[in-house]
Structure formats: structure tokens, C-alpha cells
């Protein structure tokens, strides 16, 4: 006779669970434990007990969302933004400020004291606005299926749905007035399902806009746009799939004390007017200056610390991957009277002493490498012995790697700075000054 038996369920894992959260971290997420496992978890502060919500789990830790507060922090606040729960664009505004601020500084520091328990000098802070203070921003656009009405905004968390942006309290005020005028201009167009992203960018010289259309734009499309970049007083760019065309306005440029830098609409330029300012006035004086040193600044981009720089050494050699930013930063050069000064091109994730910009005598060097960090180049960096080198990171991860592999070249590091380039997200930039023993 067959026996016929039902194996026995395993029992589901609930996707809920609750825990008290210990300390916050540095991107803004509420760190607990439970049963020896170390949770991160969004919209969750210290002391504060939560039901969260798991998004995932690895053997180490796991990633969750607090769903319901069962013990709240007195300081928790209410965000400014009426759609950040939906937004993936700030993460942190339920923070207070300085308490964001302070998680970061202290991350940052306690991975750096690890390396070098002794000797670092912790400065203050360099802080500007909690709001209104990207003077760049990218719009996602989209035809929405169910409603049939065009939608410019941000993602959704963890979502390609768009969350439909008419204010935003993060940009300066010249781009969030300008965001119900957009919406009403691109609702009129004949063929919204062929637009694509749009770009603002706030100039010293105005807004420049750049506008994603899919193929060539219809008369009338052209000419809604048109009169709206004429009326609001634009530099209105348009991309097809081949290439970007200027249709109207000026160059767009910003300055840094008596310097004018010119740029494009797609190059990269920090977001931070004022931090920007404030962060290479940092870099200058930290690297202590004067008219016999012979610098290198490597990952230069268009000149944004090169040419400030220039005016106070003999010589400054910028190096950049990117050809067309190396074109800019020369014509910059040109048109600010920097004589002292080369830009090169050049693939820093490869060694680079070979370079015949390589052979000059330089005694201190800058860098300002992606969130990457600068890896390939540190060894080439370490055999130029230079006296100082000042390093610009936007990624505290990998700029503890690189700074393991200065002090083992014979660096200490001297002094670090947070540089609270973007409240309420969980970016963290900093400022460090290595010295050869």
C-alpha cells in the first residue's frame, strides 16, 4: 500500500519585523540590530523603536524601510517637500540639519582616525544653505498612460514612475520659479511622447535649458519654445539623437572671484554655487601657495581649480580624461590671461609618468576624482613625491582606500573637512590635506 503524505511548509519569513535604531548613518539611514544581524533602515532616527519593512537581505545585514514609528524621536521633523515620501530626490528632510550634518562628519571621521589614529586635525565644517541651493537639475518626462497628461518631475523611490514636480525647495529660487512654466509650455506641445529629459542649469549669466526631443521638432513645438526661451530670457538647447544645437542665448559660464569660466550645457559643474566657491577657497589656502610652487591638477574638468590656481604659482598643469573638457579648459585659460597654465589630456586610470607633462618638478598636487575615486592613479601620485597633496572626495568609501595608500607611501594626513555640499541627500564631500613626512 502507496503511503501518500504533504511535506511540511517552511514557515515565511514575515517581511516585517521590529527594532530600535542605535545611530544614524551617514547617507541618512537609521542603523539597529536584531540578533546579531545590522539593519539600515529608511525614515528611521536614533532611539526611536519602528516596524520595518524589509526591501533586502544579505548574510551580513539587510536593507529596510520603517512603515510604522512605535517610538518616535522627539527631534523628528515634519519634511518641507509635500511629495518627498513619494520623491527619490532628498532622502533625509524628516533630519533635523545638524543632525544630518553631524552623522556625516562623524562617519567621515571615525574611518579616517582608523587609518591614522593620531595627528589629523578635524576642522569645521564648510556649510552654506539647507535649501535652495542646486543650481542644477534634471527632469524626467513622460506621457502618462492612465491620466494621458504629460508628467516632468523626479523618479519615484525605487520606481521609473515620475513624481510630477511643480516646486522644489532644494534649487535656487530662478529654477523653482521656472518649474509650473515649464509644465504649462510642454502640456502645449503637439507631439509631447517624443520629448525626453530636460536639463536646467542656473548660469552666472542665466538659465540655460536643454531639451531632449526624439526626432525634429514640429513648427509649432519650435515655436511654443522658442517664444517661452525668449520670454524667460533662456539659453535654450536641444538634443536629437545625434547632437545638441544652441538655438538661442549666450555661452553659459559662472565665475570664481575675477575668473569667468565658460561651459556646456552637458559638462559638469558643481551643483553648490556658493560651497563650490567656499571649497576652492579651502584648496588654495590649505595648499599654502605661492609664486615658486609647480602644481598638478589631476581630474580638472574645465579649469575649476586650475585657474584659480594659476594666479597665485608659477606653474599649473590640469590634467582630464575627457578631450572636449580639455578643449574648454584651454579656451578658459586663453580668455581669463592664465599664461601660467596647461591643460592635458590624459587616461589617469593608467599610469601616467611616462606623460611628458609628467617630468615637471611639481611639489603639490590636487585631485578631484569621480565617486571611484583615483585608485589607478594613486601610485603614479606617490612616485612624484610631492610635499602636499589636497584630495576632493565625494565618496568616503574610496577616499579611505586611496588615503590607506598614501600614508603607506609616506603621507600623513594633516587636516579634513566636511563639505556639506548637499543637505538633505545622502552625498557626503570632503576635503583632506596629505603631507610627506
Known amino acids: 500500500m502507496a503511503l501518500f503524505y504533504t511535506p511540511e511548509k517552511k514557515a515565511k519569513k514575515t517581511p516585517h519585523f521590529e527594532l530600535t535604531i542605535q545611530s544614524l548613518d551617514y547617507q541618512g539611514l537609521g542603523v539597529g540590530k536584531v540578533n546579531g544581524k545590522t539593519w539600515f533602515v529608511e525614515n528611521a532616527l536614533p532611539n526611536e523603536t519602528v516596524q520595518a519593512e524589509i526591501i533586502e537581505e544579505k548574510r551580513q545585514y539587510g536593507r529596510a524601510v520603517a512603515k510604522k514609528i512605535l517610538h518616535t524621536n522627539s527631534r523628528r521633523q515634519a519634511p518641507q517637500c509635500a511629495v518627498y515620501q513619494a520623491c527619490g530626490g532628498c532622502q533625509s528632510q524628516h533630519i533635523p540639519l545638524d543632525m544630518q550634518r553631524l552623522a556625516k562628519q562623524q562617519a567621515l571621521f571615525s574611518r579616517l582616525e582608523k587609518l591614522q589614529p593620531q595627528g589629523i586635525m578635524f576642522m569645521p565644517m564648510i556649510v552654506g544653505d539647507g535649501w535652495q541651493y542646486r543650481r542644477r537639475v534634471r527632469l524626467s518626462v513622460n506621457v502618462n498612460p492612465k491620466t494621458k497628461q504629460l508628467d516632468i518631475g523626479f523618479r519615484q523611490k525605487s520606481s521609473s514612475q515620475i513624481v510630477n514636480i511643480q516646486q522644489c525647495d532644494v534649487l535656487e529660487p530662478a529654477l523653482d520659479h521656472l518649474l509650473p512654466k515649464l509644465l504649462t509650455l510642454l502640456r502645449q506641445f503637439s507631439q509631447p511622447k517624443l520629448l525626453g529629459h530636460i536639463e536646467l542649469t542656473l548660469a552666472d549669466n542665466g538659465i540655460a535649458m536643454l531639451l531632449r526631443y526624439s526626432k525634429n521638432l514640429s513648427e509649432k513645438d519650435r515655436s511654443l519654445l522658442l517664444n517661452f526661451a525668449e520670454q524667460e530670457k533662456l539659453m535654450l538647447f536641444v538634443q536629437d539623437d545625434q547632437q545638441i544645437q544652441q538655438l538661442c542665448g549666450e555661452i553659459p559660464y559662472y565665475q570664481i572671484g575675477d575668473l569667468l569660466l565658460q561651459f556646456d550645457i552637458r559638462d559638469f559643474i558643481q551643483i553648490n554655487r556658493l560651497l563650490n566657491q567656499q571649497m576652492v ?35 599649473v598643469v590640469g590634467v582630464e580624461g575627457v578631450a572636449e573638457m580639455v578643449v574648454k579648459a584651454r579656451k578658459n585659460a586663453e ?103
Not at 584648496?283 to 585657474?307: I, R
Not at 607633462?357 to 569621480?370: M, S, V
Not at 602636499?388 to 590607506?404: F, M
Open 335 to 437: 580668455q581669463n590671461g592664465c599664461c601660467n597654465v596647461e591643460f592635458e589630456q590624459g587616461d589617469l586610470d593608467q599610469p601616467f609618468l611616462s606623460q611628458h607633462w609628467a617630468k615637471t618638478p611639481f611639489n603639490k598636487i590636487l585631485l578631484d576624482p569621480p565617486r571611484s575615486g583615483a585608485a589607478f592613479a594613486i601610485e603614479s601620485i606617490c612616485q612624484l613625491q610631492a610635499d602636499k597633496i589636497l584630495y576632493i572626495s565625494c565618496n568616503p568609501a574610496t577616499l579611505v582606500r586611496d588615503a590607506e595608500s598614501l600614508l603607506n607611501a609616506g603621507y600623513r594626513l594633516s587636516k579634513v573637512a566636511m563639505i556639506d555640499m548637499f543637505p538633505h541627500t545622502g552625498h557626503l564631500e570632503s576635503i583632506s590635506l596629505f603631507e610627506k613626512k
Open 281 to 315: 577657497a579651502t584648496a588654495l589656502h590649505w595648499l599654502a601657495l605661492n609664486k615658486t610652487d609647480y602644481v598638478l591638477d589631476l581630474f580638472c574638468g574645465m579649469g575649476n581649480f586650475t585657474l584659480p590656481i594659476s594666479q597665485l604659482v608659477r606653474k
